[in-house]
T-cell receptor
Framework: GESVGLHLPTLSVQEGDNSIINCAYS??????FIWYKQESGKGPQFIID?????DKRQGQRVTVLLNKTVKHLSLQIAATQPGDSAVYFC??????????FGPGTRLSVLP | DTEVTQTPKHLVMGMTNKKSLKCEQH?????MYWYKQKAKKPPELMFV???????INESVPSRFSPECPNSSLLNLHLHALQPEDSALYLC????????????????FGDGTRLSIL
């Protein structure tokens, strides 16, 4: 079946730097995408979403970029903080179908 | 704190035991989900309820039995589980749109950590 994948399974960044987490998807029918953050011992926490009629959406310190041409999604975190350390999952959804989660990227913030 | 509450947080059971996992949400969501998550893996969908009716069963073994008593509650009954069923079980909810779970964010609880002896 179709799946969502990530280029980097782990990412280490210095505190204060910007982080970019990438996600590739293969279902051309997907029209809704979510980034989740999962901290140790907790469930996935919604960070930001984007629909396919947009190519960029900004939240507080986070930006999601969607490139439908190459089926690529990214999450940018500005001024990364220790509290940002977690596993980040992208998830894609096509109408009438279930969400498909990517394999996840572990973000480690170095002091 | 999450708006989806799951109990218990931890559960250890033998292979012959019967136990239940519980999930509650008061956001008025009409779609509720059970996921299974193994260590270092993404969540895997097990069941979807839409308007209190089971709409999706992702070929889950019958030793897992879901139940949706009302629009706020979701249970997962467990019986005769195997050691490989040890995992984090996550409940989620979303506004139900036409087409199950379509294009609405899912809100997750913090899960029940299940260990099968």
């Amino acid at each position: 079946g179709e799946s969502v994948g990530l280029h980097l399974p782990t990412l280490s960044v210095q505190e204060g730097d910007n982080s970019i987490i990438n996600c590739a998807y293969s279902n051309s029918a997907s029209d809704y995408f979510i980034w989740y953050k999962q901290e140790s011992g907790k469930g996935p926490q919604f960070i930001i979403d984007i629909r396919s009629n947009m190519d960029k959406r900004q939240g507080q310190r986070v930006t999601v970029l969607l490139n439908k041409t190459v089926k690529h999604l990214s999450l940018q975190i500005a001024a990364t903080q220790p509290g940002d350390s977690a596993v980040y999952f992208c998830a894609e959804n096509a109408e009438g179908q279930n969400f498909v989660f990517g394999p996840g990227t572990r973000l480690s913030v170095l002091p | 704190d999450t708006e989806v509450t799951q109990t218990p947080k931890h559960l250890v059971m033998g292979m012959t035991n019967k136990k239940s996992l519980k999930c509650e949400q008061h956001m008025g969501h009409r779609a509720m989900y059970w996921y299974k998550q193994k260590a270092k893996k993404p969540p895997e969908l097990m069941f979807v309820y839409s308007y209190e009716k089971l709409s999706i069963n992702e070929s889950v073994p019958s030793r897992f039995s879901p139940e949706c008593p009302n629009s706020s509650l979701l249970n997962l009954h467990l019986h005769a589980l195997q050691p490989e069923d040890s995992a984090l079980y996550l409940c989620a909810s979303s506004q139900a749109m036409k087409g199950v779970g379509s294009n609405q964010p899912q809100h997750f609880g913090d899960g029940t950590r299940l260990s099968i002896l």
